[in-house]
Every structure is written in structure tokens, then in C-alpha cells.
């Protein structure tokens, strides 16, 4: 259960990590608007704009990994498979944003399917 709950919690702060690009184009964007920053951030273009949607992703992905966590633990399924591909989420997201930063738009994606297919299996094996 451990490796579950690890997992969740590495999940839930991956969104505000991949904060930390979108700032730093923020930044060199005549510094960071905090009075208005979504204003700013819908002016982004480039890495900045790649990084700004690889965060709000981040936040999407989060909901089904969240249900898949909810799910695995309130069925009592967590073993060994379940517990890697909840590892392998989380390495896939880490990927993912790499990937979106880099515009390196095809591993993107399919690491981006990855971190779909993961939470949907881990799901799929609670069912009794």
C-alpha cells in the first residue's frame, strides 16, 4: 500500500511542479503579472505556452489517476501489478511533461496514451 500511496501523493504535486516552467517563461515575459497571470499566460507562445498546457494537463490527468487510487484502495486491490502501473503513471507523466517542454510531439503523445491507459487498468482490475 505504501507504493500507492507514494504514487498519489507524487501525482497530486506534479501539477504545481509543472508550474515551475510556466513561471520562468512568465518571468522572461517581462516579469511575472501576479495582479494578472492567466491573462499573461494566454499571451505565452512557444516553450511558454507548451509549458502552460503540459501544467493544466497535469491537473486532467489527475482526476482519473485520483479515481484509480480511490477505486484500487476501496476495493482492496493493491497488488503487485496495480502498484506498477501506478509507478509507471507517474514516471510516464514526468515524461510527458519533458516531452511537451521539448515539443518533442510524438513521444509526448504516446506517453501521454500511457498515462491514460495506467489509471483505466488499474481500475479494470478492481472490478470483481
Keep these: 500500500m505504501t507504493t500507492i500511496l507514494i504514487c498519489a501523493f507524487i501525482a497530486a504535486l506534479l501539477p504545481y511542479l509543472a508550474k515551475a516552467p510556466v513561471a520562468y517563461a512568465m ?33 486532467e ?17 493493491i497488488g503487485s501489478t496495480v502498484q506498477t502501473l501506478a509507478v509507471i503513471y507517474i514516471i510516464a507523466r514526468v515524461f510527458f511533461c519533458i516531452f511537451y517542454y521539448l515539443n518533442i510531439d510524438k513521444l509526448r503523445s504516446l506517453v501521454w496514451l500511457v498515462s491514460l491507459l495506467c489509471p483505466l487498468a488499474m481500475i479494470w482490475l478492481s472490478i470483481p
Design 27 to 59: 518571468q522572461k515575459d517581462g516579469g511575472y503579472d501576479n495582479n494578472h497571470p492567466r491573462a499573461q499566460q494566454a499571451r505565452l507562445t512557444g516553450f511558454g505556452a507548451r509549458a502552460l498546457a503540459a501544467h493544466q494537463n497535469s491537473f
Design 61 to 77: 490527468s489527475l482526476l482519473i489517476f485520483a479515481l484509480a487510487i480511490a477505486v484500487v484502495l476501496a476495493t482492496n486491490n
